[in-house]
């Protein structure tokens, strides 16, 4: 398990502090939250987007990150399925689906 620890993110008047996040070293980590709690300052902070806003203690470096963000019709032409597939590493329908489960989206999978 990997641990960033002492996160702080502030920027005009919005304010993310997070003490300690336990991770895998490895593989789909999922952040989920409500509309403005600071999911997408958070991923552009790890992804070293964000550096003038943010700090944070982490000795692991990215080598892949994408973003797949809320909107359901991230691409309007793909299903919820076709545009999870398109940001994913593996093409594997299998664990597509796994995703898709996590997500509560199975359902939507089809949906344009």
Same mark, same amino acid.
């Given at each position: 398990m990997e641990e960033i620890s002492d996160f702080i993110f502030d920027k005009d008047g919005f304010k993310l502090q997070l003490?300690?996040?336990?991770?895998?070293?490895?593989g789909v980590i999922l952040v989920n939250g409500a509309s403005g709690a600071g999911?997408?300052?958070f991923m552009r902070s790890l992804a070293g987007l964000e550096t003038k806003h943010s700090s944070f203690n982490w000795s692991y470096k990215f080598n892949n990150l994408s973003f797949h963000f809320q909107d359901i019709k %991230? /691409?309007?032409? =793909?299903? %919820? /399925?076709?545009? =999870?597939d398109l940001v994913s590493h593996k093409s594997d329908q299998d664990y597509l689906m796994f995703l898709l489960n996590e997500l509560n989206l199975?359902?939507?999978k089809d949906q344009r």
């Amino acid at each position: 398990m990997e641990e960033i620890s002492d996160f702080i993110f502030d920027k005009d008047g919005f304010k993310l502090q997070l003490k300690s996040v336990q991770h895998p070293s490895s593989g789909v980590i999922l952040v989920n939250g409500a509309s403005g709690a600071g999911k997408t300052s958070f991923m552009r902070s790890l992804a070293g987007l964000e550096t003038k806003h943010s700090s944070f203690n982490w000795s692991y470096k990215f080598n892949n990150l994408s973003f797949h963000f809320q909107d359901i019709k %991230v /691409f309007g032409g =793909l299903s %919820v /399925f076709e545009n =999870l597939d398109l940001v994913s590493h593996k093409s594997d329908q299998d664990y597509l689906m796994f995703l898709l489960n996590e997500l509560n989206l199975a359902d939507k999978k089809d949906q344009r």
